[in-house]
């Protein structure tokens, strides 16, 4: 059975190319009910959930990441309904075997269909989030799919390949791990934004590397959203790490990220050549990672306590980059 609601040759085909909203029906599944989260949070390690809290406001760069506290599935899912919380099971296809068989059916129907797709690396995570939460301008390193399953949310998606949103340097930090994928945001970019009001049984997805952010409107939001890569994924990560040697070590002033011609390949060769050298990332670099400042508390409204002499830093020190010129 599928899982594709309406779905033409127009809308495979618009997959990895265009921002695209389109119908499932995901979202009836036992998997995604209550107790199905109870479950899934239940069988979750700690090593792979993500917990994070932010100011309502979405204009207010306000971030932390915090630790579950031993709370049960039950639990921390009554505190995201009613707390300002962000949850995400990371790494579902390792830890949960349902979502897992889930996503590869669902991968495994774009590909028979679209016979130019192909999803190889899939990964997936759950999305569980409060009424409120907010989640800030980033993009995402591997092509992403958002599954809605709970609950409203308002997506805004960027326009793809658009220096304008997110320049060349700023997106080779982010592929060479130099940064997080938060990037630097400017209300001024929402003018070029299309804006989503997600409902349950839509999916939104967009090109590669393409800048959005979330502010949910109702009600627990639960999204599945799924990444992967190809060939043409992987070039494009491998130009804009090309790039950036090309710009921070020999001084030169690449102006392109296409990933098709000859330049495209031969810069996918120098980034591959230069990993292994060790030459592109010579320590390893691990981009700024939050520290956790809260652990998870029931009784408070938010849902959230902070940890004492752990105010934590709130924002990435990235954000505050200078976009002119660059
Ligand atoms: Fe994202």
């Not at 992403?144 to 930090?173: I, Q």
């Not at 098709?260 to 320590?283: E, F, I, S, T, V």
Request: aromatic fraction near 8%.
């Amino acid at each position: 059975m599928s899982y594709l609601v309406d779905w033409n040759p127009a809308t495979f085909g618009a997959l990895e190319k265009r921002i695209l909203l389109a119908e499932h029906r995901l979202h009836e599944l036992d998997l995604f009910s209550d107790e199905g989260l109870v479950e899934i949070l239940d069988r979750h390690p700690d090593a792979a959930l993500g917990l994070s809290t932010m100011d309502r406001d979405s204009m207010t760069f306000e971030w932390r990441d915090g630790d579950r506290g031993g709370v049960s599935g039950e639990t921390l899912l009554e505190t995201v309904r009613r707390g300002q919380l962000w949850i995400n099971c990371r790494q579902v296809m390792q830890h949960q075997p349902k979502l897992a068989r889930l996503v590869d059916e669902l991968y495994d129907e774009l590909e028979a269909e679209n016979p130019q797709f192909r999803a190889e690396d899939r990964t997936a995570n759950l999305l569980i989030s409060s009424p409120s939460a907010v989640v800030h301008y980033h993009v995402d390193m591997p092509v992403n799919m958002l599954w809605h399953l709970r609950g409203r949310k308002r997506v805004w998606v960027y326009p793809p390949f658009d220096t304008r949103v997110a320049s060349l340097p700023v997106l080779e930090h982010v592929c060479c791990n130099k940064w997080s994928e938060e990037i630097p945001y400017d209300a001024s970019y929402d003018t070029f934004a299309e804006v989503f009001d997600a409902e349950p049984g839509q999916l939104i997805t967009w090109p590669q590397l393409t800048p959005h952010r979330v502010t949910n409107l109702d009600g627990l939001n639960v999204s599945l959203s799924t990444e992967h890569k190809n060939p043409a994924a992987r070039r494009r990560l491998n130009v804009h790490q090309a790039n950036y040697f090309l710009r921070n070590r020999l001084g030169l002033k690449p102006s392109s990220a296409e990933i098709d011609g000859w330049q495209a390949h031969a810069k996918q060769m120098l980034a591959r050549g230069l990993r292994y050298a060790g030459k592109l990332l010579p320590n390893k670099p691990q981009p700024f990672a939050y520290p956790k400042s809260f652990v998870v508390d029931p009784n408070e409204p938010t849902g959230v306590r902070l940890l004492e002499g752990e105010a934590g830093q709130t924002a990435a020190p990235h954000l505050e980059y200078e976009i002119a010129g660059s």
